[in-house]
């Protein structure tokens, strides 16, 4: 996946979600 300003942000977990294979904010387990 494409290296993002997410990735440098508070919400670097919301990437390993996504890698996890889990939905992100909207799931809002962190």
């Keep these: 996946m494409p ?5 440098f942000s508070p919400f670097g977990d919301v ?3 996504k890698q996890a ?3 992100t904010m909207n ?3 962190f």
């Design 21 to 23: 294979g889990m939905t």
């Design 15 to 17: 990437i390993a979600a």
């Design 27 to 29: 799931e809002g387990r």
């Design 3 to 7: 290296i993002t300003a997410e990735r």
